[in-house]
């Protein structure tokens, strides 16, 4: 007879409506441990981030400088040069171009 109201009690809990229901506690202790590992993380990276930056910003500067110096410089020599030096600086920055694509 016990095993029958075991039984029944079970299949009450199974189909009835959950009525003890309570939400979780408001942070457990693998919580807080998961995102003080994921905000170190992402402190270390963006600490990473900026001296990456720091590092590659005076390069990116420069080469944007020497970028500009170079064009007006070829600027200058296409309109100065005769048709065939014009077609070969044509075929060269072409060349060129095609191996800075991504």
Known sequence: MD???FR??????????????KPAGVRSD????????FNETLEEAQKRKEVLERALGPMALEAWTKIQDMAGFLEDTTIK??????????KT???VAQKLKP
């Open 3 to 5: 095993d029958e109201k």
């Open 81 to 90: 040069s005769s048709k065939e030096a014009r077609s070969f600086l044509a």
């Open 30 to 37: 693998i919580t807080q441990t998961f995102k003080s590992i």
């Open 8 to 21: 029944s009690e079970l299949l009450m809990r199974k189909f009835e409506p959950i009525s003890d229901w």
């Open 93 to 95: 920055l072409e060349a």
